[in-house]
C-alpha cells in the first residue's frame, strides 16, 4: 500500500464525511435583514447557499469546496473535522490540480500540503512563516480563470499585503503547474513521510527504554509492524494532548469559562469561532507589533447613542454587551462583522481598525449611560 494513503487512512479515521454544517445563530442575516453580509450567498461558486426567513441551507449541488468556512467572520460555516494548522516552513501547496496528481499518482490529502485553493491557507499562519524567513510556494494552474478565481485573488492580494508590511518581497513564490517537477516532490514527500516517522518512533522508544530486553527497534522491525506501531504512538500522544488541555491554560480563560465546560459540548457554542480566535490572540500576544496587519475592526459607539439595545441584543457572537449602565466591549468575540454598525438607526456607531495590542484586550468601555434611563 501506498504510505501516503496509508497515512491518509489513520489520521482521517473519523465519524465524519466532510460535510459542511451550519451555526445559524450566529449569522447575522438570519438576525436582521438589515445586515449588510452577503458574502456567502453571492460569493459562493454553486450557488448553493440560500437564506429564506430563518433558515440557512445548503442545497444538493454543493460541491464543498469549503470557500464558505473562510469568508464567513463568525464561522457560520464549519466541518466537525479538524484541520491540522499548516507548518508552511520551505513546503509546497498545489490546487487539487486531477491531471497532475493522477499522472504521478499522488494522493490528496491533509498531511501531503496539497490544497483545494490557496485561500484555504490562514493569514496567521502566512504572517508567521513569513516572519520567519521561510518561502512558500504555491503551484498554480488556471487560477485566474478557475470559478474559485475570487478567493485566489483576494489571498494573493493579502500575501502582497502581509509581504509588503513585512519587507520580505521573496516570501512567496509562485510557479505553474506545467513547469513544476510533481514526481520530484512526490518523492522527496515520500522519503520526508517516512523519515519523520522513523525519527517520531526512534524519540518514543528512547523515552520509554524499550530497547533493552530485546525489543525490536525501527532497524528490526520490518515495514508493517513499524508503521502500526508508529501510528499507534500518534494516537496515544494525541488523546494524552486532548485529555491535559484545561480551560485555564487557554487566553482569557475567565472569558472562556462562560462557553467551555469540561463535559459534552454545547451546542449553542461556535467553537471553530473560538479557535480562530485563540490562534490569532495567542500570535499576537508574542507579536505585538503586527496588531494593525490583522485589520481587526472593533466597534465605537458616539454620545448620541440613545441606548436602545440593539446592538449588544443582536450582537452574534456575545461582544458587546450592557452591564451596570455601561455598554461594554470584549474585544476577543469580536469578529469585525459589522452588524452593530448596520443596525443602528441613529449612526452613533462606527468601526475603527485595532492599532496595538491595548485595543483587543481586556473588556472596553465603549460608553456610559449617564441619564440612567
Not at 461556535?270 to 508574542?286: M, T
Not at 438607526?345 to 485595543?359: Q, T
Request: aromatic share 12%.
Amino acid at each position: 500500500m501506498n504510505i501516503l494513503n496509508l497515512l491518509d487512512k489513520f489520521l482521517n479515521a473519523k465519524e465524519d464525511d466532510g460535510r459542511i454544517l451550519i451555526n445559524p445563530d450566529f449569522c447575522v442575516r438570519l438576525k436582521t435583514p438589515m445586515a449588510g453580509c452577503y458574502e456567502c450567498i453571492e460569493r459562493c461558486p454553486d450557488l448553493s447557499i440560500k437564506i429564506t426567513g430563518a433558515e440557512i441551507n445548503i442545497l444538493e449541488n454543493c460541491s464543498n469546496c469549503n470557500a464558505c468556512l473562510y469568508l464567513c467572520p463568525n464561522s457560520v460555516f464549519y466541518v466537525k473535522k479538524d484541520k491540522p494548522d499548516k507548518n508552511l516552513e520551505n513546503f509546497y501547496f498545489c490546487c487539487k490540480t486531477e491531471e497532475y496528481l493522477k499522472e504521478f499518482k499522488i494522493p490528496v490529502n491533509d498531511n501531503n500540503n496539497f490544497i483545494k485553493c490557496i485561500y484555504e491557507l490562514e493569514d496567521a499562519d502566512i504572517i508567521s512563516s513569513v516572519k520567519n524567513g521561510s518561502q512558500i510556494t504555491f503551484v498554480s494552474s488556471g487560477c485566474k480563470s478557475c470559478r474559485l478565481k475570487y478567493f485566489y485573488n483576494k489571498k494573493i492580494k493579502r500575501i502582497d499585503e502581509i509581504k509588503k508590511f513585512l519587507n520580505e518581497e521573496n516570501a512567496f513564490k509562485e510557479i505553474k503547474a506545467e513547469d513544476f517537477n510533481f514526481k520530484k516532490f512526490a518523492a522527496y514527500k515520500f522519503k520526508h513521510t517516512c523519515d519523520k516517522a522513523a525519527d517520531k518512533y526512534k524519540e518514543t522508544d528512547k523515552k520509554n527504554n524499550k530497547n533493552a530486553g530485546g525489543v525490536k527497534t525501527p532497524e528490526t522491525l520490518d515495514r508493517r509492524e513499524f508503521f502500526k506501531n508508529s501510528f499507534k504512538s500518534l494516537k496515544d500522544n494525541a488523546k494524552k494532548l486532548a485529555e491535559n488541555v484545561s480551560i485555564e491554560d487557554l487566553p482569557l480563560s475567565e472569558l472562556y469559562s462562560q462557553f467551555i465546560n469540561t463535559g459534552k459540548k454545547d451546542k449553542s457554542v461556535n467553537y471553530s469561532l473560538l479557535k480562530r480566535q485563540k490562534k490569532i490572540y495567542e500570535f499576537l500576544k508574542e507579536n505585538k507589533e503586527l496588531v494593525p496587519l490583522f485589520n481587526i475592526r472593533l466597534p465605537k459607539i458616539n454620545e448620541n447613542c440613545v441606548f436602545c439595545s440593539n446592538c449588544w441584543e443582536m450582537c452574534p457572537t456575545g461582544a458587546l454587551i450592557f452591564k451596570e449602565n455601561k455598554i461594554l466591549l470584549k474585544p476577543f468575540f469580536c469578529t469585525s462583522c459589522g452588524l452593530c454598525k448596520d443596525i443602528c438607526s441613529f449612526g452613533a456607531l462606527r468601526m475603527y481598525k485595532a492599532a496595538g495590542i491595548k485595543d483587543i484586550s481586556g473588556e472596553k468601555l465603549l460608553l456610559l449611560n449617564k441619564n440612567n434611563f
